[in-house]
């Protein structure tokens, strides 16, 4: 009965649920087998923030979800509500867990199951299970003899909501036998809910093509590498560097939590290295390199440290592409182990700059830990940003005007010419020379920006308000 922890994308993700002080996190500890979420006795929630930890259990990779306390704060209903409706966008198959006292089902109980229900709703209930803790309290009952005990009515119409589903936990013993037991139930749920939604599930989870942008340094490669979750063998290049380490656009693909996503990394301009041609070319290539477009234009900064180069990264992307771009891109930060307790979202509306670099991108942004062991959970925030985004677009991918043209040219030569190969070769180096004469056309108006930003006064890369001005 192998268990070890893992950072790869698991096979059942298990949300806990339920009240402040009913051992959430402790039967978290319990599945994992080890102290991984705070766990004590306390009046008010020691769990304040959504949390995940993953392990290998019988050789499935198992991720547990602890979450706040049902009415903890005045906040608390929202971050919850949040997580749910992750994990069941997620291709990760997923179950939720009602954690309830034994010893105890009150009126509180009752509002917080009521509660839970309206948050997962109809799909969730039907993959949800109450989990009753303190084992040790039921005094040799059996589930079934506490459900029908007398003065148990509450109880008893709670259950019948999980269709009679529960489980008695006892987080005081050691045995994983209790732990194999529930693995075995609750998977059994996840595959009854799975086939009676399995349209849903196909749907749910089409390809994803996105392209890295950004100066040198601030972890585009690295972020890729996060993404795809790939051997080191197989990975981009990356290393603790000013200077870009990647020379030309490269593409990597791999199956992420059951879609097939591509991840395109590009160079970054740095001082002296990277000239602003060489990097709008290869933006262009990207493009290309995408096939049937790009879902995604992925604009990566680094916490806390910005720029002139990031400015000129975003008023390329503008040129290259066109305004329209914009409805198709997200900041991803990266270092997110340098935000330590502060909120992001504060720094957001407190910085100038920050925020209108932000609102350019439509609001959306994500945070990604590339040092985190626990990869899988930013990797799931950054694509329901992606996919909420094809869906405001229409569900469908960005497609450049020129790479377009492109593209169809190459279709035609494929379909119609023997001589495939040696006519794509040609179709490329005119589009490589189109793409050349497109670059000499903006050179002028891309030099007059630069001189104009590299004149402003003190930290002329934290303003990006004339970046939001029309082309």
């Known amino acids: 009965m192998a268990e070890s922890r893992m950072a790869e994308s698991p096979d059942l993700r298990i949300v806990l649920l339920g009240k402040t002080g009913v051992g959430k996190s402790a039967s978290g500890n319990t599945i994992l087998g080890s102290k991984a979420f705070l766990s004590k006795r306390s009046l008010v929630s020691v769990t304040k923030e959504c949390a995940e930890e993953m392990c290998i259990i019988n050789d499935r990779k198992i991720s547990v979800v602890d979450t706040v306390g049902i009415f903890s704060t005045n906040s608390s209903d929202g971050l919850i509500e949040a997580e749910c409706k992750m994990a069941m966008e ?51 009952l059996t589930v079934d003899e506490m ?62 093509r996105i392209v890295l942008l950004g100066r040198s340094g601030v972890g585009k490669s690295a972020s890729g590498n996060t993404i795809l979750g790939l051997r080191r063998s197989e990975q981009f290049r990356s290393d603790c560097s000013f200077n870009s380490v990647t020379e030309n656009s490269e593409a990597k693909s791999a199956l992420v939590a059951g879609r097939e996503v591509k991840v395109i990394d590009t160079p970054g301009l740095s001082k002296g290295k990277r000239t602003p041609q060489h990097v709008f070319n290869e933006m262009m290539k990207s493009c290309l390199l ?59 509306q407190e910085n100038k700059d920050l925020k209108t670099l932000v609102e350019m991108c439509g609001g959306r942004y994500c945070i990604f830990n590339n040092k985190s062991r626990n990869n899988e959970r930013q990797v799931r925030e950054l694509f329901t940003k992606v996919d909420e985004m094809v869906q405001v677009n229409g569900g469908t991918a960005y497609v450049g005007e020129i790479v377009g043209k492109a593209r169809a040219i190459m279709r035609e030569l494929k379909d119609n010419d023997t001589n495939y190969s040696d006519r794509l070769r040609t179709a490329w180096e005119l589009l490589c020379d189109l793409v050349d004469f497109i670059w000499e056309v903006i050179s002028e108006s891309f030099t007059s920006f630069l001189t104009k930003v590299r004149k402003l006064p003190h930290k002329p890369a934290h303003n990006y308000s004339h970046l939001s001005q029309p082309l």
């Open 90 to 140: 997620s291709p990760v198959p997923c179950v939720f867990l009602v954690i309830i006292k034994v010893d105890r089902f009150t009126n509180e109980e009752k509002q917080a199951v009521e509660r839970i229900e309206d948050i997962v709703g109809k799909d969730g209930m039907k993959r949800s299970c109450i989990l009753l803790t303190h084992g040790d309290m039921a005094e040799e």
């Open 147 to 208: 459900i029908r005990e007398e003065g148990a009515e509450d109880f008893r119409e709670a259950v019948m909501k999980f269709q009679g589903r529960c489980h008695l936990f006892n987080n005081k013993i050691e045995s994983r036998d209790q732990v194999y037991k529930l693995l075995t139930k609750l998977e059994a749920l996840q595959k009854t809910a799975s086939n009676m939604n399995s349209e849903n599930t196909t749907e749910s989870s089409p390809e994803r």
């Open 290 to 348: 995408a096939e049937e477009g790009l879902h995604a234009f992925v604009l990566v900064v680094e916490l806390g440290r910005f720029e002139k180069n990031d400015d000129e990264i975003i008023y390329l992307l503008k040129k290259a592409f066109g305004k329209e771009a914009l409805k198709y891109a997200v900041v991803l930060f990266t270092h997110g182990d340098k935000l330590s307790s502060q909120n992001i979202e504060q720094n957001i």
